[in-house]
T-cell receptor, first 111, second 110 residues
Framework: SQTIHQWPATLVQPVGSPLSLECTVEGTSNPNLYWYRQAAGRGLQLLFY??????ISSEVPQNLSASRPQDRQFILSSKKLLLSDSGFYLC??????????FGQGTRLTVV | QKEVEQDPGPLSVPEGAIVSLNCTYSNSAFQYFMWYRQYSRKGPELLMYTYSSGNKEDGRFTAQVDKSSKYISLFIRDSQPSDSATYLCAMSAGNYQLIWGAGTKLIIKP
């Protein structure tokens, strides 16, 4: 089965600072990769998905960007964080819309 | 109207009870239905996956899909305190995107 590695687990960043969250996948090749954000008490919001190296689709226009430099690496970035970027960020891997394996998440607090 | 509706709870039941968790949806194109369990401050983990209508059983867990009513359920038998978590339903039409419910917080009281 697949394993999703995601770090860091917790991050506190000041407004206006840059962000880089990394996700790597084990146990599969050429996975579909996803970045989600989860607000407290709410469902998951899809931010980006990727079906291959260099192929990124954005679901929500915002202050964030994603990149996939390697087959099993997915990076979420921001040049300048906003307060509204706070949340629980999850990386996932799976078949097209059928199921997904999740990492343990990064809790980001922008102060 | 949201595409997927799920009561946020919390739902509190005594240990050993049968738990029923539900989601309704509006998109008749959905073919894949999933239930995830999420413990506090952790990523979701896939519990059950069902294609189209019908029932699926795995140990103490049973997933039901009624496409005619656009209604899915997850039943937990002999509930345990370790089942306390947030349960998220998700569904898709087989394309890249899962549509998620908001999650139901379940509390099993010893």
């Amino acid at each position: 089965s697949q394993t999703i590695h995601q770090w860091p687990a917790t991050l506190v960043q000041p407004v206006g600072s840059p962000l880089s969250l990394e996700c790597t996948v084990e146990g599969t090749s050429n996975p579909n990769l996803y970045w989600y954000r989860q607000a407290a008490g709410r469902g998951l919001q899809l931010l980006f998905y990727s079906v291959g190296i260099g192929q990124i689709s954005s679901e929500v226009p915002q202050n964030l960007s994603a990149s996939r430099p390697q087959d099993r690496q997915f990076i979420l970035s921001s040049k300048k964080l906003l307060l509204s970027d706070s949340g629980f960020y999850l990386c996932a891997s799976g078949s097209l819309g059928v199921e997904a394996f999740f990492g343990q998440g990064t809790r980001l607090t922008v102060v | 109207q949201k595409e997927v509706e799920q009561d946020p709870g919390p739902l509190s039941v005594p240990e050993g009870a049968i738990v029923s968790l539900n989601c309704t949806y509006s998109n008749s194109a959905f073919q894949y239905f999933m239930w995830y369990r999420q413990y506090s401050r952790k990523g979701p983990e896939l519990l059950m996956y069902t294609y189209s209508s019908g029932n699926k059983e795995d140990g103490r867990f049973t997933a039901q899909v009624d496409k005619s009513s656009k209604y899915i359920s997850l039943f937990i038998r002999d509930s345990q305190p370790s089942d306390s978590a947030t349960y998220l339903c998700a569904m898709s039409a087989g394309n890249y995107q899962l549509i998620w419910g908001a999650g139901t917080k379940l509390i099993i009281k010893p």
